[in-house]
């Protein structure tokens, strides 16, 4: 890729690790255009982080869940130029025992997780396949490829996106666009504040939770110079909780 006048696209970019994803991006030289559902002071902060520090940002508010509603707005985005990398970090989690979940915590993160990721990175492939370059991401989870007691919708949904970037990599890789994984383990970030820490520390071999910002490094280097050999992979980054 040029080095110059790159641009990042990254849907949920604005909170927790894709707020990291994002700032480190802009650090690596990227034009940044990190998306959120609604704009707000996190998304008007993060912004005025990136431009304070010399870079480029666009926030861009849209539902991963409105297929139609995202298109457009990537559409007109994108018009002219497909992004050079797509970091896909949108993700809920609403846990239950499979058998008390409802549909609606079924439906959620499945339209959210999963469905979000052909709603926002399918109308853009076209376009990186037409300019035979470029880098997408998909943020997956531990929960993924092991599977977690409580978490069916969410580890089918992170085991849904595994197969998808496994089985893009295969048909987009003779046009030059690289498609990876990221398989986050436990994160110190909003979503895992409430977890019992005395009880998940046991393990994982490092014995502590891992930060936004080690996940934005992975991200980083599969999205640089030094990853152009590296092509539908699951990068798995959890102090060894899954070996």
């Not at 990136?50 to 480029?56: E, I, L």
């Not at 999963?114 to 396949?129: A, D, E, R, S």
């Amino acid at each position: 890729m040029n080095e110059k006048n790159r641009t990042a696209l990254i849907i949920g970019g604005c909170r927790g690790i894709g707020r990291e994803i994002t700032l480190r991006l802009a650090r690596d030289g990227f034009d940044v255009v990190p998306s959120c559902r609604k704009r707000g002071a996190e998304a008007e902060a993060l912004l005025d982080e990136v431009r304070r520090a010399g870079g480029n940002c666009r926030i861009l508010e849209l539902d991963v869940r409105d297929r139609d509603g995202a298109r457009r707005i990537l559409d007109a985005e994108f018009a002219d130029r497909a992004p050079d990398a797509v970091v896909y970090n949108s993700g809920i989690a609403k846990d239950n025992l499979f058998v008390f979940m409802d549909g609606e915590q079924w439906d959620d993160v499945l339209d959210t997780n999963l469905k979000g990721f052909y709603n926002t990175v399918q109308p853009l492939v076209f376009g990186m396949l037409a300019k035979r370059g470029g880098r997408i991401v998909a943020i997956s989870s531990a929960s993924g490829q092991t599977g977690q007691a409580g978490q069916v919708n969410y580890s089918a949904s992170k085991a849904g996106l595994i197969g998808a970037v496994k089985a893009l990599a295969r048909e987009v890789g003779r046009k030059g666009v690289l498609v990876n994984a990221v398989a986050p383990g436990v994160i110190d970030t909003e979503m895992t504040k409430d977890l019992p820490k005395d009880m998940m520390l046991p393990l994982i071999p490092l014995r502590r939770f891992g930060s936004a910002a080690e996940v934005a490094g992975v991200v980083s280097f599969l999205c640089g110079p030094d990853s152009t050999y590296i092509h539908g992979q699951v990068i798995a980054v959890n102090g060894g909780l899954v070996i």
